[in-house]
């Protein structure tokens, strides 16, 4: 039993060992035991509903309609049925209205399972009924009792308590309600693809989203990281299906609200997939009509299967990009990290200038001002960490203290200075706008390398799982070789030797829709030839060499003949 408390009390004889010795003029001590055998069979159940306590599985799970008795009658036409919801631990009742029973009517309450435990042939369970008349836990707290029933086409008898208790509930034949339920009659469901199920296991690329093929009811589960289950979805009909693609609605769970969706599949390699889900609908005719799924203007989810094995890179060569690999949820991560890592890296870089400018301030060699590319500041830090360092320990403490923070942000200001000097003269600029090397396939058949200008700036690495051409674009889904995250890269052929290249975790498409948060940022790629191969301007300088020398030779010759 959890969350759930049944305690039987009569008085005067309910009574602790300690209030007996406490007690004056009593006699004796009584044992518990033989206080407990002085409550009558019939003394007064208490029930008591521990608050905000942790759902379980409901006992009662899958399908069934059922007709109910509030009463006045059963209500029998139209039938009445429940269903699970995406979580195990609640049940969706859908009530009907019967015109010829009165007290009937047409509504909805969701029922979380908070506890259960079996009583003879009873069995009880516990739980908070939602729904549009509960406003308090009086009204929301309510005890079942149910019974499996043999020889009955129904499969079980089932009766709710009228208030917050298990007060009168001692059969599933009396209650405020009396439910009869039957399992829902099984529907000849359609199939999900085979290439679909294979691998069972399925991930949005950046891993914010699980797709689960659960066996055992042929259903799609779609779930968190965490493991819990967003939405559910069950083959309903299908309406096309070729070898790598299939259109098919399906009946669509997302917590206790469902629908019919359609949905396209379509298997672009080994390991990656795609889906187009739409608006779900009430009538599973409507789910793909041009209202609630259109093809041209539904955006994809790219899919990448769980273990999946590296594949050889397309497009093997190397090229000049201007850009990033990193879709921009990652650059933003990385960009927070690297703030971090500065900070902390500018907190010793000024502890050591500030050592180092003591000794060129005392020894009279060259100042910071030159070393920093700034005069005036320059001097004055020497001079400031001179006279400091004649200071009494406490007052230099002191003084540092008050002058860290200027002297943090005129360290971050010259460093900056400093560093674009010598990357502007060394033709090196370290942003994600500037030039630099992407190598596919070459030192390594299955992975891009971006390579960059600067040694301070990062190196891209990818390894590549699956790729497939699409009007005219080569799609590659790579993983990130840090953090394991999946990009989709899509390079899209201009002019002359020009590519345009769009990175994000969803495949880029003209004219698609995209969400704020997975766009695709563009790139600007050239190509620069084969892997290996040397630039051509080069190689046309060494053979003119060459020739030169030959020629040269062949001279000498005749001048010495």
């Not at 009869?180 to 099984?186: C, F, G, N, S, V």
């Not at 004649?390 to 230099?396: C, F, S, V």
Request: charged residues 20%.
């Amino acid at each position: 039993m959890n969350g759930h408390s049944r305690i039987s009390s009569s008085d005067p004889y309910m009574r602790s060992n300690e209030d007996s010795d406490n007690c004056m003029g009593c006699k004796g001590r009584e044992t518990l035991h033989y206080l407990c055998e002085q409550i009558p069979g019939d003394a007064l159940l208490y029930s008591m509903f521990k608050i905000n306590p942790e759902p379980i599985k409901c006992p009662l799970s899958g399908s069934y309609t059922f007709t109910y008795n509030r009463g006045h009658g059963e209500c029998r036409s139209p039938v009445s049925n429940m269903e699970m919801c995406t979580e195990d631990s609640r049940l969706l009742l859908s009530f009907q209205a019967c015109f010829d029973v009165p007290g009937t009517e047409s509504t909805v309450e969701e029922l979380t399972c908070l506890a259960w435990w079996k009583d003879g042939n009873s069995r009880y369970l516990v739980g908070l009924v939602s729904h549009h008349h509960a406003t308090s836990n009086e009204e929301r707290f309510r005890c079942f009792v149910y019974e499996k029933l043999s020889g009955s086409d129904a499969e079980y008898k089932l009766a709710q308590s009228g208030d917050a208790t298990c007060n009168g509930l001692e059969s599933a034949e009396v209650g405020s309600r009396i439910m009869t339920l039957k399992k829902a009659p099984l529907m000849d469901r359609c199939d999900f693809p085979v290439w679909f199920k294979g691998p069972r296991f399925w991930h949005a690329l950046m891993g914010s989203a699980h797709y689960v093929f659960d066996a055992s009811d042929g259903s799609l589960h779609i779930k968190k990281p965490n493991g819990h289950t967003v939405a559910r979805s069950l083959c309903e009909q299908i309406n096309k299906q070729t070898a790598s693609e299939m259109m098919a609605v399906v009946h669509h769970t997302m917590g206790c609200k469902s629908g019919f969706m359609c949905v396209m599949f379509y298997r672009r390699d080994t390991h990656v997939a795609e889906l187009q889900m739409g608006t779900p609908t009430v009538r599973l005719e409507d789910a793909c009509t041009t209202e609630n799924f259109d093809v041209h203007r539904t955006p994809f989810v790219t899919l990448l299967a769980n273990n999946s094995e590296t594949q050889l890179c397309p497009m093997e060569g190397q090229y000049m990009m201007k850009g990033s690999l990193t879709p921009t949820s990652s650059i933003s991560r990385h960009k927070r990290n690297h703030n971090n890592k500065a900070r902390s890296h500018r907190h010793w870089d000024v502890v050591g200038y500030r050592n180092q400018e003591s000794v060129i301030g005392t020894s009279g060699s060259t100042s910071a001002a030159a070393s920093l590319g700034g005069l005036i500041g320059g001097a004055y830090m020497g001079l400031e960490a001179k006279r400091r360092s004649y200071l009494p320990r406490a007052r230099r403490t002191a003084v540092d203290t008050k002058n860290d923070t200027a002297f943090a942000v005129y360290r971050e200001h010259e460093e900056e200075t400093l560093r674009s000097r010598r990357e502007t003269a060394g033709g090196c600029n370290i942003n994600h706008a500037s030039n630099r090397q992407l190598l596919i396939g070459c030192n390594e058949e299955s992975t891009i390398e971006v390579k960059p200008k600067c040694k301070t700036d990062d190196e891209e690495l990818y390894t590549c799982h699956g790729h497939w051409q699409e009007n005219q674009t080569t799609y590659i889904i790579a993983k990130h070789a840090f953090s394991q995250h999946g990009v989709c890269i899509s390079y899209v052929p201009t002019d002359g030797n020009h590519i345009q290249v769009y990175v994000g975790d969803t495949c880029h498409r003209p004219n698609m829709m995209q969400s704020a948060t997975h766009k695709s940022i563009p790139a600007n790629v050239t190509t620069n030839g084969k892997c290996g191969e040397v630039n051509g301007s080069i190689r046309l300088r060494s053979t003119g060499w060459a020739y030169s020398g030959i020629l040269s030779l062949l001279l000498i010759r005749c001048v010495l003949r």
